[in-house]
């Protein structure tokens, strides 16, 4: 890349903290807007190296290669057509709206305009997943026959918005959305989703600690299986994902707190939870996925491994997982399938 | 007191006989004369007996004859009905393989036959007596897990095809891994839950490991949902790989407003890696529960209190099997009978 890469970073909480880094990394330089004030707190943090606070997202647009949206969900779409609109590639957190329309609308926005659109599933980059999901892709597990996953955590407070379901969507849109995406990507297109929630899903904001948690059941158009389950639980509840994938000629699993490589095992005090997993033993996901996405501006950068289409599809098939939770049912969806129609 | 076991068509038929030969003031007999459904190869009837060094009754009337004070049933699912008629017949109370039957009626039949008889009907799941369980009933019973809000189970296992054929073969099973292993976890949470009852099953089944070897499903995810506002998803997949040294495994975790629990059944063991066989070695330490359930069918509850389960609760969970198969079919969560 012959001219210095220029990110605009639109938020400044825990993702935008996680991708931060990696774009300086890159050797990016980053300019951070935010609507609170956020901004000039997170720059003057990283004083001294390429980031700045800007005080409008005119500014933001004006001069950047790219827009990262760390904000909560429901800004996305506008922050995303504005972005699209100025004509810069558009890296957007998970998920990339609320509904499967929203994230349809900014997809063909997108492509309409020329430009990248990124829905920054970051589990697909973490080493274990990429690993699991190679072998599968080898044959080395045979067909897929049932598949198990699991990512629970202490419910999080750096950030009301997550209590409240018609921002975030809940636990199953927010949290699960994840393994809903990695489901998709190793076993396929899904046709029928059922899914249950229990708990206090839209925190009151008291003093007792609110859990909440789900299940859902994929029926993949290959007739592979998937179960999800999500947690968002009490305070000293350890961030922990799992997965389990079992296929005619073998079987994987994986627990992420099995194998951290390295681990705190007293410091006198109990540690607070993290809300973003890291680890010191690899590389940053969240800089790898960046990698790749930055990569694919170029001619010849190659394919990021999730593309816009993911990020709808995982957007579908946890909108109807929220659908059937509220009504009971099973919902039949159809992945994969472009909306011919608006 | 006087044990029989009739038919050595389960897999678990070779471990209760076992146990109760070793058993203080126990004598046992074995008793298998129907075998057609074994495959070639598969040690049956006397053979069987004399490889375990227990008495051999030629017929189940024969069996019955020598006067037992209780007999185990463990001929294929769908032949515990006339077993259990028999032993109700003959006023023996009688421990009856999981799962109770394969039909919800026949099942009903047993309960009626022995409710008549006066004989007590059990059915065997044992991991109920696993501490494990005990420790996550005494969270869940003392409230210091708050209410349960979700449980995700998992039950899988080797196929066991190779042991017993018949165990995929609809017709003498019943269906296949979702009859076999959904009823172990939902005899749990029928005990855990209390007077609380399944409402709705939705399950999803499929045969892509063994497509084209068996008929049956071989994957299967349960989710039930219980009237005291609980909802549970089951892995019932034999997806155990077959080659592996262990047979498989039970974990359960329970999602409560104050806890989180998790327990393994079966994870008391001291791994290693054996080079004279060149394959994984795995020591077992934890607790025998097929010993503690016998113990307990035998001579009532130990110190733990846990009883064997009885013929409704194993009619309950045959309900949520049916139920499920029902769902499996038409894609839309059914409710349980």
């Given at each position: 890349m012959t001219l210095t890469m220029r990110i605009g970073l639109i938020g400044a909480g825990g993702i935008a903290r996680a991708h931060l880094p990696g774009w300086?990394?890159?050797?990016?330089?980053?300019?951070?807007?935010?609507?609170?004030?956020?901004?000039?707190?997170?720059?003057a943090e990283y004083a001294g190296r390429e980031v700045a606070a800007v005080s409008?997202?005119?500014?933001?647009?004006?001069?950047?290669?790219?827009?990262?949206?760390?904000?909560?969900?429901?800004?996305?779409?506008?922050l995303a057509l504005a972005a699209v609109a100025a004509g810069r590639h558009v890296i957007c957190e998970k998920p990339l709206a609320l509904n499967a329309s929203d994230a349809e609308e900014i997809a063909a926005a997108a492509e309409a305009a020329g430009?990248?659109?990124?829905?920054?599933?970051?589990?697909?980059?973490?080493?274990?997943?990429?690993?699991?999901?190679?072998?599968?892709?080898?044959?080395?597990?045979?067909?897929?026959?049932?598949?198990?996953?699991?990512?629970?955590?202490?419910?999080?407070?750096?950030a009301p918005w997550f209590g409240d379901p018609a921002k975030s969507g809940g636990v199953i849109m927010d949290l699960m959305v994840h393994d809903i995406d990695i489901a998709r990507w190793i076993a396929g297109d899904v046709v029928r989703v059922h899914a249950q929630t229990r708990g206090v899903e839209h925190t009151t904001g008291g003093t007792e600690a609110e859990v909440v948690s789900a299940t859902a059941v994929l029926t993949h158009a290959s007739g592979v299986i998937s179960h999800i389950t999500g947690l968002w639980g009490l305070p000293d509840q350890q961030f922990r994902t799992t997965f389990r994938i079992a296929g005619g000629d073998g079987l994987l699993r994986h627990d992420s707190t099995s194998v951290p490589g390295y681990r705190i095992t007293a410091q006198g005090v109990r540690a607070a939870n993290e809300g973003i997993p890291s680890s010191p033993m690899t590389e940053s996901p969240y800089l790898t996925e960046l990698r790749e996405f930055a990569a694919s501006w170029e001619d010849g950068g190659g394919e990021p491994r999730v593309s816009a289409r993911d990020g709808i599809e995982a957007v579908r098939i946890a909108e109807a997982a929220v659908e059937s939770s509220r009504t009971g049912r099973a919902i039949g969806v159809r992945t994969g399938i472009q909306e011919v129609t608006r | 007191m006087k044990v029989a076991v009739l038919s050595f068509a389960h897999v678990h038929a070779a471990g209760y006989l076992r146990l109760l030969s070793r058993m203080p003031g126990v004598e046992v007999i074995g008793s298998d004369p129907d075998t057609g459904s074994a495959a070639p190869g598969e040690v049956r009837g006397r053979a069987f007996?004399?490889?375990?060094?227990?008495a051999y009754a030629q017929t189940y009337e024969e069996a019955f004859a020598w006067g037992p004070d209780a007999v185990i049933v463990c001929s294929e699912n769908a032949r515990h009905r006339p077993l259990v008629e028999l032993a109700?017949?003959?006023?023996?109370?009688?421990?009856?393989e999981k799962p109770l039957a394969t039909e919800v009626a026949d099942g009903e039949a047993m309960l009626a036959a022995c409710r008549a008889a006066g004989v007590r009907l059990a059915v065997a799941f044992p991991v109920r007596f696993s501490p494990a369980y005990a420790a996550v009933k005494a969270a869940v019973a003392s409230g210091d897990a708050g209410r349960v809000l979700t449980v995700s189970g998992a039950n899988n296992g080797?196929?066991?095809?190779?042991a017993r054929r018949w165990f995929a073969d609809p017709e003498?099973?019943?269906?296949?891994?979702?009859?076999?292993?959904?009823?172990?976890?939902?005899?749990?949470?029928?005990?855990?839950?209390?007077?609380?009852?399944p409402v709705d099953v939705y399950a999803q089944t499929n045969n892509r490991m063994y497509e084209g070897e068996v008929d049956a499903e071989t994957s299967g995810l349960v989710t039930v949902t219980y009237d005291n506002g609980s909802v549970a998803t089951i892995d019932c997949s034999w997806s155990h790989p077959r080659s592996h040294h262990s047979w498989g495994g039970l974990e359960l975790t329970v999602i409560g407003e104050r806890a989180t629990l998790e327990m393994d059944a079966f994870d008391q063991s001291v791994h290693g890696y054996s080079e004279r066989n060149r394959q994984g070695l795995e020591l077992p330490f934890g607790a025998d529960l097929d010993e503690r359930m016998l113990r307990a069918f035998l001579h009532g509850p130990g110190e733990g209190g846990m009883e064997v389960?009885?013929?409704?609760?194993?009619?309950?969970?045959?309900?949520?099997?049916?139920?499920?198969?029902?769902?499996a079919r038409s894609g839309v969560p059914v409710a349980v009978g």
């Amino acid at each position: 890349m012959t001219l210095t890469m220029r990110i605009g970073l639109i938020g400044a909480g825990g993702i935008a903290r996680a991708h931060l880094p990696g774009w300086l990394e890159l050797g990016a330089r980053v300019s951070v807007y935010t609507v609170d004030g956020s901004a000039e707190k997170l720059a003057a943090e990283y004083a001294g190296r390429e980031v700045a606070a800007v005080s409008s997202l005119d500014e933001l647009l004006a001069d950047c290669t790219a827009v990262d949206i760390c904000t909560p969900t429901p800004t996305h779409k506008e922050l995303a057509l504005a972005a699209v609109a100025a004509g810069r590639h558009v890296i957007c957190e998970k998920p990339l709206a609320l509904n499967a329309s929203d994230a349809e609308e900014i997809a063909a926005a997108a492509e309409a305009a020329g430009v990248r659109l990124h829905p920054a599933h970051v589990v697909r980059y973490f080493p274990a997943y990429e690993a699991m999901q190679q072998a599968v892709e080898r044959g080395d597990l045979g067909d897929l026959a049932v598949l198990r996953f699991t990512r629970g955590g202490a419910r999080p407070q750096w950030a009301p918005w997550f209590g409240d379901p018609a921002k975030s969507g809940g636990v199953i849109m927010d949290l699960m959305v994840h393994d809903i995406d990695i489901a998709r990507w190793i076993a396929g297109d899904v046709v029928r989703v059922h899914a249950q929630t229990r708990g206090v899903e839209h925190t009151t904001g008291g003093t007792e600690a609110e859990v909440v948690s789900a299940t859902a059941v994929l029926t993949h158009a290959s007739g592979v299986i998937s179960h999800i389950t999500g947690l968002w639980g009490l305070p000293d509840q350890q961030f922990r994902t799992t997965f389990r994938i079992a296929g005619g000629d073998g079987l994987l699993r994986h627990d992420s707190t099995s194998v951290p490589g390295y681990r705190i095992t007293a410091q006198g005090v109990r540690a607070a939870n993290e809300g973003i997993p890291s680890s010191p033993m690899t590389e940053s996901p969240y800089l790898t996925e960046l990698r790749e996405f930055a990569a694919s501006w170029e001619d010849g950068g190659g394919e990021p491994r999730v593309s816009a289409r993911d990020g709808i599809e995982a957007v579908r098939i946890a909108e109807a997982a929220v659908e059937s939770s509220r009504t009971g049912r099973a919902i039949g969806v159809r992945t994969g399938i472009q909306e011919v129609t608006r | 007191m006087k044990v029989a076991v009739l038919s050595f068509a389960h897999v678990h038929a070779a471990g209760y006989l076992r146990l109760l030969s070793r058993m203080p003031g126990v004598e046992v007999i074995g008793s298998d004369p129907d075998t057609g459904s074994a495959a070639p190869g598969e040690v049956r009837g006397r053979a069987f007996a004399e490889e375990l060094g227990v008495a051999y009754a030629q017929t189940y009337e024969e069996a019955f004859a020598w006067g037992p004070d209780a007999v185990i049933v463990c001929s294929e699912n769908a032949r515990h009905r006339p077993l259990v008629e028999l032993a109700a017949a003959h006023g023996v109370d009688v421990l009856c393989e999981k799962p109770l039957a394969t039909e919800v009626a026949d099942g009903e039949a047993m309960l009626a036959a022995c409710r008549a008889a006066g004989v007590r009907l059990a059915v065997a799941f044992p991991v109920r007596f696993s501490p494990a369980y005990a420790a996550v009933k005494a969270a869940v019973a003392s409230g210091d897990a708050g209410r349960v809000l979700t449980v995700s189970g998992a039950n899988n296992g080797a196929m066991p095809t190779r042991a017993r054929r018949w165990f995929a073969d609809p017709e003498l099973a019943g269906g296949g891994a979702l009859m076999d292993h959904t009823v172990h976890i939902a005899d749990l949470l029928d005990d855990l839950f209390g007077d609380a009852r399944p409402v709705d099953v939705y399950a999803q089944t499929n045969n892509r490991m063994y497509e084209g070897e068996v008929d049956a499903e071989t994957s299967g995810l349960v989710t039930v949902t219980y009237d005291n506002g609980s909802v549970a998803t089951i892995d019932c997949s034999w997806s155990h790989p077959r080659s592996h040294h262990s047979w498989g495994g039970l974990e359960l975790t329970v999602i409560g407003e104050r806890a989180t629990l998790e327990m393994d059944a079966f994870d008391q063991s001291v791994h290693g890696y054996s080079e004279r066989n060149r394959q994984g070695l795995e020591l077992p330490f934890g607790a025998d529960l097929d010993e503690r359930m016998l113990r307990a069918f035998l001579h009532g509850p130990g110190e733990g209190g846990m009883e064997v389960a009885d013929g409704e609760g194993g009619l309950r969970t045959l309900k949520i099997v049916a139920a499920g198969y029902a769902s499996a079919r038409s894609g839309v969560p059914v409710a349980v009978g």
